[in-house]
């Protein structure tokens, strides 16, 4: 079974920037199309950046041009870049493959922001 592990979660000010990490136990993370997600208080959890195996990306509106998802597969690790951070960001972030089954979900990494 993948452990997953995410970091680099804090408390920032709106217009700040955070670089989220999420490392991965198995060479399985190579060949698997990875999701960034978000659960905010009492809403859904949402997917928020994807990345193919290959280094595809894909995003929803309302976080492109924001939002960079990238990989290092020699470190089975994949990163959250979040610039012009704004309070509506504020949530606990979340990585896992992309599409079911889902491994088991971390603890993800808290990201708050003021206004």
């Known amino acids: 079974q993948v452990q997953l592990v995410e970091s680099g979660g804090g408390l920032v000010q709106a217009g700040g920037s955070l670089r989220l990490s999420c490392a991965a136990s198995?060479?399985?993370?190579?060949?698997?199309?990875m999701g960034w997600y978000r659960q905010a208080p009492g809403k859904q959890r949402e997917l928020v950046a994807s990345?193919?195996?290959?280094?595809?990306?894909t995003y929803p509106n309302s976080v492109k041009g924001r939002f960079t998802i990238s990989r290092d597969n020699a470190k089975n690790t994949a990163y959250l870049q979040i610039d012009n951070l704004k309070p509506e960001d504020t949530a606990l972030y979340y990585c896992?493959?992309?599409?079911?089954?889902?491994?088991?979900w971390g603890q993800g990494t808290q990201v708050t922001v003021s206004a």
């Open positions: 896992n493959k992309l599409s079911w089954p889902f491994w088991r």
């Open positions: 198995g060479s399985i993370f190579s060949i698997s199309a």
């Open positions: 990345i193919t195996s290959g280094g595809t990306t």
